[in-house]
């Protein structure tokens, strides 16, 4: 079983940045395959980014040049850099972890961009 807590989230004017955090269990968070999903009300849950084999990264188009997505291995973390925020990028940020083919969720944390 592997838990994920995410955390970072909060209130930002359009233009600003947040880092969010997702810390995760076990011992072999080297191998775990990690993405950011985020679901804003009223609409479907949506792919954000993903850091996968090798350290490879993609991104939703909709993120791209803003956002980067990294982790720590030694820390047990994959982190969200949020930047030139913008008031369509509110939502409720999930992390999300595959391992082995078992997937995983965290409990979400709000992210709300308004001036």
């Known amino acids: 079983q592997v838990q994920l807590v995410e955390s970072g989230g909060g209130l930002v004017q359009p233009g600003g940045s947040l880092r969010l955090s997702c810390a995760a269990t076990?011992?072999?968070?080297?191998?775990?395959?990690m993405y950011w999903y985020r679901q804003a009300p009223g609409k479907q849950r949506e792919w954000v980014a993903d850091?996968?084999?090798?350290?490879?990264?993609n991104y939703a188009d909709s993120v791209k040049g803003r956002f980067t997505i990294s982790r720590d291995n030694a820390k047990n973390t994959v982190y969200l850099q949020m930047n030139s925020l913008k008031p369509e990028d509110t939502a409720v940020y999930y992390c999300r972890a595959a391992v082995y083919g078992t997937i995983y969720w965290g409990q979400g944390t709000q992210v709300t961009v308004s001036s």
């Open positions: 850091i996968v084999n090798l350290g490879i990264t």
């Open positions: 076990g011992s072999l968070f080297s191998n775990y395959e």
